[in-house]
């Protein structure tokens, strides 16, 4: 058996019945990361001292008969959540050497639940970004083919558990960072409901947008790792105080009656055809072990990119404040306070970055606030209630995740538009505040992953979850492997 391929649910079950140590699972995924990590840049940093360390407490736990949800368990983190003693770059070289003091509250309630963590990985700097090329430390490869970009901004935390480098991984979703970077790396990834997960500890990028989320091999393993993270937190204000179910027993495999919506604004001009072939067998599929299917139309969907475009800039400009290289990370001294500022900053922050700040700041600046951040933000409630009404009619809505499969790595780097189009269909979730998860659902003739998208009402991860894991009981797409040397 070869143990990098083994599912949450997987090393739990062969943990527990003692077919192996969680030290001797941690020792082959460290190997396994070293001799691809330096090919795939899935990993910004390798814990492995204090991984096995971790591995060696939890099977302590075990044999004094501890039984926590990830006891044991390999998992990586994107590198944009706060770790205690474990260094957090956000891709940035402004925090190059930012050692954090403590855990951001998610990563807490995994090392409480007993994960190993092994190790952070890559992503666009400050989360800011389609394809993992804005990182400070290199781009990532996806997995399936090393030319082309694996998505973003969690594109590390995709290409390791695509690559089998990891069981499962944690990510954060602003506008469609979990879910893209899963379609493109061919895994699941959700993007729970605004407030289901406490954002502290999460470096701030768009805090009306931002979320923590999971990709994972299954829906099962995701449903497994949700139900450790969510929950109300004292630390965030806005996380919600609804109670947490326990999402992996929800997973009944019947979806019998359930109304799923199919909007018509998701099927545009200019997708591959191969995406949207896929995407309409996935949901024939869904037909067939029972839903019903409906058309259903959500006009502002093509308003969306501007409005995400003038919100999660706006404050970004504000969040990325703090980053003044008086209060920690990196310092590049100037004659006085306002050049130091400027020196720290131009010096620290890449290109993508430095354009969102600019735009955020034009946004919210006197004379502008009311013409682009005020209307954007009206708009916003438009698109909530839009999908509001939808959820009268309707259980879930399922759409593409992408209008492409990935592409080469520099394809769009010079062209901005282009690369904010690869999230037009993730972008509108975050708006709204609803929730959604990447399934595979297929490939295209050059063997790359293919997206399906599933949206749920605010949270209502339940019957997300219930759907995504009965349709992978049904299909294997969700199995198929990357062929790597
Ligand atoms: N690609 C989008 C952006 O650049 C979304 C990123 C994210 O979800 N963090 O803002």
Not at 91 to 100: C, F, K, M, Q, T
Not at 283 to 303: C, D, F, N, W, Y
Not at 366 to 380: E, L, M, S
């Amino acid at each position: 058996m070869t143990f990098c391929t083994l599912t949450i649910q997987q090393a739990r079950e062969g943990l527990r019945a003692r077919q192996f140590s969680s030290v001797e699972i941690t020792r082959v995924f460290l190997t396994r990361i070293h001799e691809l990590n330096p090919t795939l840049n899935a990993y910004i940093t390798v814990n492995d001292d204090e991984a096995l360390a971790q591995a060696l407490a939890a099977d302590a736990r075990m044999a004094r008969g501890d039984d926590t949800p990830l006891l044991g368990v390999p998992i990586a983190i994107k590198d944009v959540l706060s770790t205690r003693g474990l260094r957090t770059t956000a891709g940035s070289r402004i925090l190059e050497n930012y050692v954090p003091t403590w855990d951001a509250t998610s990563i807490k309630r995994l090392r409480d639940a007993g994960a190993v963590f092994l190790g952070k990985t890559n992503l666009d700097e400050f989360a800011m970004g389609s394809s993992t090329e804005n990182s400070g430390y290199g781009v990532t490869r996806n997995p399936w083919d090393q030319t082309r970009v694996p998505g973003g901004s969690s594109g590390g935390s995709a290409a390791a558990v695509a690559a089998d480098l990891c069981c499962a991984a944690l990510g954060t979703d602003t506008g469609g960072s979990v879910r893209q970077p899963a379609a493109l790396c061919g895994i699941t990834g959700l993007k729970d409901t605004y407030g289901r997960v406490s954002r502290n500890g999460l470096i701030a990028y768009g805090s009306s947008l931002d979320t923590v989320g999971v990709l994972a091999k299954t829906a099962r393993d995701a449903a497994i790792v949700l139900s450790v993270i969510a929950g109300c937190d004292p630390l965030d204000s806005t996380s919600v105080d609804t109670p947490v179910a326990d999402y992996p027993a929800a997973l009944n495999g019947s979806i019998a009656g359930l109304r799923i919506g199919v909007p018509r604004e998701y099927f545009i001009d200019g997708m591959q055809a191969e995406v949207t072939s896929a995407v309409r067998a996935g949901i024939e599929q869904l037909r067939q072990m029972g839903a019903t299917i409906k058309e259903i139309s959500l006009p502002s969907t093509h308003v969306a990119l501007p409005v995400y475009y003038l919100i999660a800039p706006a404050e970004a400009s504000a969040n990325l404040a703090r980053f003044d290289g008086v209060r920690y990370g990196l310092r590049v001294p100037g004659n006085d306070l306002i050049d130091t500022y400027g020196k720290t900053r131009g010096a620290g922050f890449g290109a993508e970055v430095k354009r969102r700040i600019m735009l955020g700041t034009y946004a919210l600046s006197a004379g502008y606030y009311d013409a682009y951040y005020i209307r954007a933000q009206k708009v916003r409630t438009l698109i909530k209630q839009e999908f509001e009404r939808a959820f009268d009619e309707v259980d879930i809505i399922a759409s593409p995740v992408t209008p492409t499969t990935a592409f080469k790595i520099g394809e769009k780097v010079d062209d901005p538009i282009q690369m904010y189009l690869a999230d037009v269909f993730t972008l509108p979730c975050n708006l709204a505040g609803i929730c959604g998860i990447s399934i595979p659902c297929g490939f295209d003739a050059a063997n790359l992953p293919i997206g399906l998208q599933l949206m749920g009402k605010a949270f209502d991860e339940i019957n997300l979850l219930r759907i995504a894991d009965a349709y992978q009981n049904e299909t294997s797409w969700h199995m198929r492997k990357p062929v790597l040397s």
